[in-house]
């Protein structure tokens, strides 16, 4: 009978533990999934959502609220900027002056028509050497191109450096020239690897059939290569043409004439090292002229707004872009 009864009680601890156990169990599971469930991720409770909507909100303000006040100081009465100290947030009125100067065909409207050449040019030179040598480097068992993709993979990791690249613009006779703001640049390294590993995984069998159709390797390229590239072709025209917008090492280099200098250095000198916009620079009369805040201001918006309108029109192919050259490459 004490046989029996001490053979029993240990099974009966193990069944009361395992029903303690699983009780457990199944109470953190009902507390798991209380939560809605999208796509097997359990979605945050109310208090998580509103921190994170603070946080956000908070971060937003942080990068929006300069720029506001960048646009307002640009548009503010000049009363009202000498008021505010020079930074104004909410203008109480609207005054163009300000851009009417600088478009009034000084030195800031030349130095925008500059960058529009430089930008516009260097990015459709920049797309075509780079569309053409990825490319090249994608056909595999061609001639070379084992070499050739290790001398680009070489210049990603080592630059020559300034006094070398001074030295190669000035024997090429490119001083002064506004061809020296665009051929040190035109290729990245970087881009050639993006596009070369979107051509690598474009689907051989087409590729395939337009050779056994007759096609050549121009052809292969021009019908099918680059109709089929138009998402890493936004992206990589996206990198180039916001590089050339917004350089001015190169032209702070390679300019000394201050009449062919691009926004970017005009922005440099008069906004960053504090220059003193005169009359004269801006061809207009001494007694028209609007507080220099406002002329600063109105220079970084013109300097800023063309990238942010040409973004929304690339954003959608920018995501796809990146995601092919940095995973499947």
Not at 14 to 24: D, P
Not at 113 to 126: E, K, P, Q, R, Y
Not at 208 to 223: K, P
Request: charged fraction near 10%.
């Amino acid at each position: 009978m004490s046989d029996t009864t001490t053979g029993t009680t240990p099974g009966r601890r193990t069944t009361t533990r395992s029903t303690t156990r699983s009780s457990t169990r199944s109470s953190t599971e009902v507390g798991r999934t209380a939560r809605p469930v999208i796509d097997g991720v359990a979605m945050p409770g109310p208090s998580e959502r509103t921190i994170k909507g603070i946080v956000l909100t908070i971060a937003c303000a942080l990068v929006i609220l300069p720029f506001v006040g960048i646009v307002s100081t640009s548009l503010a009465t000049p009363e009202q900027v000498t008021e505010a100290g020079g930074f104004v947030l909410l203008p109480t009125g609207i005054d163009l002056s300000a851009y009417r100067m600088i478009f009034a065909g000084g030195v800031v409207t030349q130095a925008l028509w500059i960058s529009v050449i430089v930008t516009a040019v260097g990015t459709a030179l920049s797309l075509a050497l780079t569309t053409t040598l990825g490319w090249a480097l994608s056909r595999r068992g061609a001639f070379g191109v084992r070499a050739m993709l290790l001398l680009v993979l070489i210049s990603l990791l080592f630059s020559p450096g300034i006094i070398p690249s001074y030295l190669v613009v000035q024997r090429l006779g490119l001083l002064d020239s506004l061809w020296a703001l665009i051929i040190p640049t035109s290729i990245s390294a970087f881009n050639v690897v993006v596009v070369r590993a979107f051509f690598v995984q474009l689907p051989a069998e087409v590729i395939d059939a337009a050779r056994i159709d007759g096609a050549s390797e121009w052809q292969l390229f021009w019908r099918i290569g680059l109709p089929l590239s138009k998402p890493v072709l936004a992206v990589v025209g996206l990198f180039y043409g916001v590089g050339y917008w917004n350089a001015f090492f190169n032209a702070l280099l390679y300019m000394s004439d201050a009449s062919k200098w691009p926004l970017q250095l005009v922005l440099r000198t008069y906004v960053v090292d504090g220059a003193q916009l005169g009359s004269q620079d801006l061809g207009i009369d001494a007694a028209a002229m609007p507080p220099q805040t406002s002329l600063q201001m109105a220079i970084l918006v013109v300097s800023v707004v063309p990238v942010l309108l040409v973004y929304p029109f690339l954003q959608r192919h920018f995501a796809k872009g990146m995601l092919t050259g940095a995973v499947k490459g």
